[in-house]
């Protein structure tokens, strides 16, 4: 089963696999997106504030963050949520989430999968394969399954930043 949901140029989808339950998971995503928004005081001293994403504009830093929550009656085992990297944007890779589940990134909008953080093979200097970390723009997709069951009435978050080109 899974479900879907569209918030501005990104979607979530949660999928997962019901145990042998007479009771049925459903598993609902939500999503918030906020403004990252640094404010220094007198002292200089700067503080990140989180505002509503109503305005963003090319540098400034977005944070996703999505809920996944079992409105069901029984045990949501193996909860996958998935979700595009927006349009315009890159990955802050250093920002996702990683607490409570295995995460998978996509370079090609999700049609083959690798651990994350992904790398890459590509020539080096002297000819040679070398093995880098992929660049930050050519994430298109991540994937996030939970390790333990979502428990009727739970939830769980995750989230990552994007900057706007």
Do not use: C
Not at 74 to 88: L, Q
Not at 107 to 131: M, N, Y
Not at 134 to 157: E, H, I, M, V
Request: hydrophobic share 40%.
């Amino acid at each position: 089963m899974s479900v879907s949901m569209r918030f501005g140029a990104i979607a979530a989808t949660a999928l997962w696999t019901a145990a042998a339950f007479a009771t049925t998971p459903k598993v609902e995503v939500t999503i918030q997106a906020h403004k990252e928004v640094v404010r220094a005081d007198t002292s200089g001293k700067k503080t990140v504030e989180l505002k509503p994403a109503d305005e963003a504009a090319t540098g400034d830093v977005l944070v996703y963050t999505l809920r996944a929550t079992n409105t069901g009656s029984g045990p949501a085992v193996g909860t996958r949520i998935e979700d595009p990297i927006p349009n315009g944007t890159v990955l802050v890779v250093d920002s996702v989430a990683k607490d409570g589940a295995r995460i998978e990134a996509s370079l090609d909008g999700g049609k083959s999968w690798q651990a994350f953080p992904v790398t890459i093979t590509r020539k080096g200097a002297s000819g040679a394969d070398e093995t880098v970390p992929a660049p930050a723009d050519s994430y298109t997709t991540l994937r996030w399954t939970l390790n333990a069951p979502l428990q009727p009435g739970d939830g769980q978050d995750v989230s990552f930043k994007v900057r706007i080109r």
